[in-house]
């Protein structure tokens, strides 16, 4: 079991997704728990206000540090056994391994960061980690922290049940998946690969290494730097190159 907290000036933005599909069933099934929290109700004052004027001047608003702290102390009061991360487009990228290490953790507790940006002191005193989900800028940290949740939950056991296992996906084997087809065989003579029909599992299992190596190549060569590919994978990688080289796609 895997508790998520959020804390969010927005937690009414979570219903539907966090409803809705397999996250929905992983609730139902008690495999996650996802709690939100209104950091409003944590500010003071008459009209709570989550944001300020920042110091020095310039445009834009900041997110106050006193309600998300207390927010945050209310929620984890020890911090025993969480970790509290920060959505922001200024952290760390979001990829599998650190969505690996996240699971690990029977708590996670996410700030959805707002407005222009958010007092320096959530980053260095409050948060343990700054997450960002790419190299865009959203209207907060909610999608974030949405994409986020759906990552890691997906690798808590159970949640996938028989509709995939995590450990054969992208990602985890460092190559792009092969291309996948269901029925029917021919649909406006968009056919299916011969081979697939075959019933010849060592030839399948040839065909989808290759086309994992074939697409990896084209579209994110940085994967194939970032590991080292067994000596059998590596000659079939470098005849698709010549092949590539010979004639296109
Ligand atoms: N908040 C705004 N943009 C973001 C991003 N790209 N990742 C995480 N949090 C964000």
């Known amino acids: 079991m895997l508790r998520f907290d959020i804390l969010s000036i927005f937690p009414e933005m979570f ?16 495999k996650i728990e996802i709690h939100l929290h209104d950091i409003r109700d944590y ?21 106050k540090v006193e309600p998300v702290a207390r927010a945050l102390e209310a929620v984890v009061p020890d911090r025993d056994g ?30 959805c960061g707002h407005y222009e940006g958010v007092d320096e002191r959530i980053r ?16 907060g940290g909610e999608l974030a922290a949405m994409v986020l949740v759906d990552a890691v939950s997906r690798l808590v056991p159970g949640v996938l ?16 998946e ?3 087809y269901t029925r029917p065989e021919n649909f406006r003579e968009w056919k299916v690969p011969d081979v697939l029909l075959s019933g010849h599992h060592k030839a399948i299992e040839d065909w989808r290494k290759r086309e994992s190596l074939k697409r ?29 080289e010979q004639d296109g796609p």
């Open 216 to 244: 990896t190549w084209r579209r994110r060569r940085d994967l194939l730097e970032a590991i080292s590919l067994p000596e059998e994978d590596r000659k079939i990688l470098q005849s698709l190159i010549l092949e590539d």
């Open 161 to 176: 049940g028989n509709s995939g296992s995590p450990v054969a996906d992208s990602f985890s084997t460092g190559l792009l």
């Open 15 to 30: 219903r539907s997704p966090f409803d809705a599909s397999l996250i929905g069933k992983a609730r139902e099934k008690g």
């Open 124 to 139: 260095s005193h409050l948060a343990d980690r700054e997450v960002s989900i790419g190299d865009y800028i959203l209207t």
């Open 178 to 180: 092969y291309p996948q």
């Open 43 to 63: 500010a003071e004052g008459r009209h709570r206000m989550t944001d300020d004027y920042p110091y020095g001047g310039g445009g834009g608003m900041v997110m």
């Open 82 to 111: 969480a970790i509290v991360v920060l959505l922001t487009p200024q952290g760390e990228p979001l990829r599998q391994g650190l969505v690996e290490e996240l699971a690990s953790w029977p708590r996670v507790v996410m700030i």
